[in-house]
């Protein structure tokens, strides 16, 4: 199914600097590290406080690993599928989406790949994590905790397949199955979406903190908005941001798994051993 388009139509113009970015995050983890903290145990003055994170995140990484599988494997089925049906139409839309952009809909797509930054994501969860902690919310200490966990699983997923798939970027190639795995290649990184990954990761934590239905809806419609942005603007195919919405929503669903998993709390299960019934205790201690 090939393009009758020529390439130079898909070239979207020079990438945008990240650089701005990258000094913004550094600058609010500058002003957090800076600020005098209160809080008894957080990551900035406990190192008690840095081991269980670091526990945290190696017990989050082993759920969310075995996630697709177990408990999640009817939704793996049906993202499978989504992205099957996505990676067939790939280049149609792709050529539906190509050439100039201009007027509301160029406006609109230009907020949604600016508020999905990777990068900005971080710092809003440091700026989250560091207010708590100055002011000794729990609360909002724990929200930005939860953002962060969900970030680094979803971001790291995601910069480790880009690397090893090596699929082109649509605006870089013709086809679709255009490929240079384990290559690292620029423009080269096109499955899955980071900003996508990430986007869904925030809208999964947040709306789990968000009571109204209206309000989980508004979360999952901006992060809807970040992902069809990649493909309108042509930096991403279809599939790309159908796999990566899949890794942020595990991601953001496996840190809320654990620590729904209250220490102490132990659940008993049916075992066999050698053909005699017995019982195991589950649970995280």
Known sequence: MGSTLPLRQHTPGPRPSRIP??????????????TPLHAAENVFTSGKAVAEEAGRLAGETKLFLKGPVDPYLTETAVAATLFGVAYVFDEKIRDEFAGPHHGVMKGITNVGNAVSDPLLHLGVAAVFYGAGAATDNTKVMGLGEEMGEALLLADGTVFVLKGVIGRGRPYQVESSTSYRPLQYKGGYDSLPSMHTASTFALAHVLSSRTDSIAGKL????????????????????????VLAAAIGELAGATVGRYRSLAPGGVTIAPLSIEGTPAVAVVGKF
């Open 218 to 241: 508004a979360w999952y419609g901006g992060a809807g908005l970040v992902a069809f942005s990649r493909v309108y603007q042509t930096k991403h195919w279809a599939s790309d941001v």
């Open 21 to 34: 970015s990258l000094i913004g995050f550094l600058s609010l983890l500058f002003l957090l590290l800076t």
